[in-house]
């Protein structure tokens, strides 16, 4: 079993920064491909961040690619996601997704329906 934890949200306002990191704990065959993703209130989840599993791989939505970077310390540990000139509009409850890869390839995930594992979720509220 693996488990996610994520930190680093809070409040902050409009053209602040944040920092999220998730830390994964626990074991399984394999490594893992990761992401964020976030659900604002009255939404769906998103995925905001995406890394393959080899991390030269990394996707950020539209939304977020100027603003947000996502890195990772090494393939079993800590993925960060640091959120520079934050809008109100990010505003959401940001969730961390692990996927168990198997295989060494660089692809991301960017559906929620593949995602094995998930966190707690962190909130990050950005006041105008």
């Known amino acids: 079993q693996v488990q996610l934890v994520e930190s680093g949200g809070g409040l902050v306002q409009a053209g602040g920064s944040l920092r999220l990191s998730c830390a994964t704990s626990?074991?399984?065959?394999?490594?893992?491909?990761m992401a964020w993703f976030r659900q604002a209130p009255g939404k769906g989840r998103e995925i905001v961040a995406a890394?393959?599993?080899?991390?030269?791989?990394?996707y950020l939505s539209d939304s977020v690619k100027d603003r947000f970077t996502l890195s990772r310390v090494n393939v079993q540990s800590t993925l960060f996601l640091q959120m520079n000139r934050l809008k109100p509009e990010d505003t959401a409850v940001y969730y961390c997704?692990?996927?168990?890869?198997?295989?060494?390839?660089?692809?991301?995930?960017?559906?929620?329906?593949?995602?094995?594992?998930w966190g707690q979720g962190t909130q990050v509220t950005v006041s105008s």
């Open positions: 890394i393959s599993r080899t991390d030269d791989n990394i």
């Open positions: 997704a692990a996927k168990v890869v198997a295989y060494v390839n660089r692809m991301k995930y960017l559906s929620e329906s593949e995602y094995d594992y």
């Open positions: 626990g074991r399984t065959r394999g490594s893992y491909a």
